[in-house]
């Protein structure tokens, strides 16, 4: 009955980066996105982020949330972390396996962790994905929409969304990556079905080429001790020139790419898609 009734309430999806929040209804039955509001934050840095952010999330669903919507929040990757962990020896405890999330993270990034929120593919025989997002980021949000009389569906990267949204779609071995907003991060991956076991990202060039990604994931096998792929499977927008199969590499392209002759769609309105359009 629960699942009934979230499929039939509106569905509501929420991209947040440091420069915009956007507000995008999803249309279950035609499977259409629409962009609902966008709002500027590229303005508001440091101790400001976060009230402006609220501010500005709170107009947008007071203006635009139809009655029993739900809402599912998908962060900008820049303003999350994400790493990978090993599980300890001999670990058989959830409790065992996030010490070691925690302490990983603090190691990598010299932050306290009681300040993030972290979350993880919890495993005790690999190594899994873990993401942390900022406590006060998440709280913001949740308790915003709260007032709102909207509850959260979920919340996370815009990576962990994107892997999560395409991963059983990926059936041949290969890498998986996301493109966002001048950002490529790639999910190197393991065994059948794909898991996880290192992720790498790298800036973007203003114009990439199939050439580029090729280097790039050569560049990233070597440093990853990885074998380079034959196979990518990517959410993000593929070169023209790389919808020809390369002889090293063939591109298996996730999502729908967005008509910008129609609608010009902005980052943050494709961020709250979670990887369904780029």
């Known amino acids: 009955m629960r699942e009934w009734l979230e499929w039939r309430a509106p569905s509501l999806h929420l991209g947040v980066s440091r420069s915009a929040v956007s507000l995008v209804l999803h249309e279950r039955k035609t499977r259409t996105w629409r962009v609902l509001g966008t709002t500027s934050l590229s303005q508001q840095t ?5 009230p402006t952010l609220h501010d500005a999330v709170q107009a947008l669903l007071l203006t635009h949330a139809p009655h029993r919507a739900t809402l599912d929040i998908v962060i900008d990757d820049r303003l999350a972390r994400l790493w990978m962990t090993t599980p300890p020896n001999g670990a058989t405890r959830l409790s065992d396996i996030e010490g070691a999330a925690t302490m990983r993270f603090a190691h990598l990034f010299g932050e306290m962790p ?12 690999h190594p899994f994905c873990t993401a942390a997002l900022p406590r006060a980021l998440v709280d913001t949000l949740t308790v ?7 509850p959260v569906v979920g919340i996370a990267p815009q990576f962990v969304r994107a892997w999560n949204r395409w991963q059983r779609q990926c059936r041949i071995p290969g890498w998986f990556a996301a493109m966002h907003d001048g950002l490529l991060r790639l999910g190197i991956t393991l065994g059948t079905p794909m898991r996880l076991h290192a992720m790498y990202d790298v800036p973007m060039p203003p114009d ?13 096998a070597m440093l ?12 993000g927008t593929v070169p023209n020139e790389g919808r020809v199969t390369l002889a090293a590499l063939n591109l298996h392209a996730l999502a729908a790419s967005v008509d910008l002759a129609v609608y010009d769609w902005q980052p943050s309105e494709l961020l709250a898609t ?5």
């Not at 990439?208 to 990233?220: I, N």
């Open 144 to 150: 915003t929409a709260r007032a709102c009389h909207i």
């Open 46 to 50: 440091g101790d400001a982020f976060v």
């Open 208 to 220: 990439p080429d199939v050439y580029w990604l090729e280097q790039t994931l050569s560049r990233a």
């Open 274 to 278: 979670g990887g369904a359009l780029v």
């Open 114 to 125: 009681e300040h993030w929120q972290i979350a993880g593919d919890w495993q005790v025989t």
């Open 224 to 235: 990853t001790g990885a074998a380079a792929p034959t196979t990518l499977h990517l959410c």
